[in-house]
């Protein structure tokens, strides 16, 4: 009976390592892939023009306004990663730019997915979007402004309850 209460014990360390390892793990991801995110976004803006060419080449609607939308929510939304603020929203809308991205200017990689996935994993949307899908999925955890409001709301709703 000893020995189940030994690994039961350090069962429940290695769960309550993890779980506090990924609160950092997310950290990192969102400091990196913001980063990332608002130095692409940044690049964007400051060269508008290359960039309404290039969303013109690749026949996007109104390039005008998609090429500043783009621009706009790649950087401002990596800012936003970065400091973990609103972050399951604004995972939304960069995966849908991610996507966006494979449709119109990495399309034989989107429809290689499977008959070819190195094509799909080598294409430049990929790790930004991985990086999307797993903010959306696991937030930002609590070292973030999500984590921080969310404590500061729940204590606010907790008071109020008295």
């Not at 803006?45 to 026949?59: A, C, M, P, R, V």
């Not at 400091?83 to 990689?109: C, K």
Request: net charge neutral; with cysteine.
């Amino acid at each position: 009976m000893k020995i189940i209460n030994v690994i039961v014990r350090l069962y429940n360390l290695l769960n309550s390592t993890a779980n506090y390892s990924s609160h950092i793990i997310l950290l990192i991801i969102r400091l990196y892939w913001g980063w990332q995110f608002f130095r692409t976004g940044l690049g964007k803006l400051n060269h508008l023009d290359n960039t309404i060419d290039y969303f013109t080449e690749l026949g996007i609607p109104a390039p005008v306004f998609n090429a500043i939308m783009a621009a706009c929510t790649e950087c401002f939304g990596g800012l936003f990663l970065m400091i973990g603020l609103a972050t399951r929203p604004v995972s939304i809308a960069l995966t849908v730019m991610m996507i966006v991205a494979y449709v119109t200017a990495d399309y034989e990689a989107l429809v290689s997915i499977f008959s070819n996935p190195e094509n799909f994993i080598a294409a430049d949307p990929f790790l930004f979007l991985s990086t999307s899908v797993i903010v959306f999925s696991f937030g930002a955890g609590s070292i973030s402004l999500d984590g921080l409001l969310g404590k500061k709301l729940s204590d606010l709703i907790a008071s109020n309850n008295k």
